[in-house]
């Protein structure tokens, strides 16, 4: 393995102190951000508590431009600009003045191990007391029930009183579970957190998502998080599903299923179990996510459209939706608008850009 300090630029301008032990909280886009629930996160985090960069990694020998392509903006006879991605750590302080540090950015594709290494040396440097990972995953769970999530740790302790969804189950690899597993073998605490994102929703923007991220975040690392520009927006989200659910009656029938499901699984099985919905329902009983997914089709294409974020205050700058290639078996990925005068040039991405609630509600 080459040398992973290499791999890290750390800047000297942090007022971080000696003793302050934060807590690294990371977020990568890209495999695991169904409903962009951590990225909508980390950008409510950035944009609402003061911040600043400590940290850059090299991001040309970590990510495949040719698999997630930078985006490039052609003006009427020249190429103007483009957009490099960035992985980077910021020193954040919450409402109360406490420091945390946040790693966000695209999934590397390459040198994983290398990358693990570098972050754990950040980590000794800045003399880190946990870390805590932030996903958002499909979920076979509809948008009328309070966001579940599954809770994950070095430690059981770390975790103790949340509910374990899954027994044993094998799960394609990412950098996120490897961060958590390598630096919990090293001795950190480490701690995550896997939004329950409706499966028909993944591939739009659903804040409640983030909402159960940070609150669980703010819980389990004693800081005190801004909710609220995402709370609003949650609840303009929810009030637009339920009306394009209202519009259309096989749509309606197909929620309530769901909700039927949903419910008698959590009473029966006491969120125990060895699969993701055990025990389950009679096939017959079982709701037909491809036809639900399809019903909501114009919906999702509308969100990525509108192309607008000042009606949608909690989308960040980098969030859109991922193309087709990365969607949920038997969904289908929202199709964004192209500018003849900015268009964007050769500029699919596969996973790069961006994927306490309220009692039940249906």
């Known amino acids: 393995m080459l040398d992973p300090h290499d791999l890290v630029e750390v800047y000297e301008t942090s007022d971080l102190t000696p003793g302050e032990r934060p807590v690294l909280v990371h977020a990568l886009r890209g495999f695991v951000d169904a409903g962009s629930a951590s990225s909508l996160a980390v950008s409510t985090l950035l944009a609402e508590l003061e911040n600043e960069p400590v940290a850059r990694f090299d991001a040309d020998q970590l990510v495949d431009y040719r698999d997630r392509r930078p985006r490039m903006t052609f003006r009427t ?9 960035e992985i980077l750590v910021h020193a954040v302080r919450d409402a109360a ?14 040198q994983w191990e290398r990358f693990t290494a570098a972050v754990r040396l950040l980590a000794e440097r800045f003399d880190v007391r946990m870390v805590v990972g932030l996903h958002g995953i499909p979920w076979a769970a509809p948008h009328t029930r309070p966001v579940g999530l599954t809770p994950h740790a070095s430690n059981r302790s770390l975790i103790a009183g949340r509910p374990r969804w899954i027994g044993e189950v094998e799960v394609p690899g990412h950098v996120g ?14 701690v995550g957190f896997t939004a329950h994102v409706p499966h028909y929703l993944a591939q739009a923007d659903f804040p409640p998502a983030a909402v159960a991220l940070l609150e669980a975040l703010g819980e389990t690392a004693d800081l005190e998080l801004p909710t609220g520009p995402l709370v609003a927006a949650s609840k303009d989200v929810l009030a637009e599903v339920d009306r394009q659910v209202a519009g259309d009656e096989d749509t309606r029938s197909a929620v309530t299923a769901m909700e039927h499901t949903y419910d008698a699984v959590l009473a029966g099985r006491a969120l125990e179990g060895p699969g993701l919905l055990a025990p389950s329902l009679p096939a017959d ?5 491809d036809e639900l997914a399809a019903d909501l089709e114009a919906y999702l294409r509308g969100l990525d459209a509108s192309g607008d974020d000042r009606d949608r205050p909690w989308a960040s700058e980098d969030t859109a939706a991922p193309d087709a290639d990365d969607a949920p078996e038997g969904t289908t990925a929202p199709e964004g608008d192209a500018t003849p005068d900015d268009a964007a040039v050769d500029g699919e991405e596969r996973d790069d850009p961006e994927g306490g609630q309220d009692e039940n509600r249906g």
């Open 177 to 190: 579970a490897l961060l958590e597993q390598r630096l919990g073998q090293a001795g950190l605490p480490t």
């Open 97 to 110: 003045g406490r420091p945390f540090l946040v790693l966000s950015g695209p999934e590397p594709d390459l």
């Open 77 to 85: 006879d020249r190429f103007d600009s483009v957009t490099m991605p």
């Open 285 to 289: 009983e079982m709701p037909d996510g």
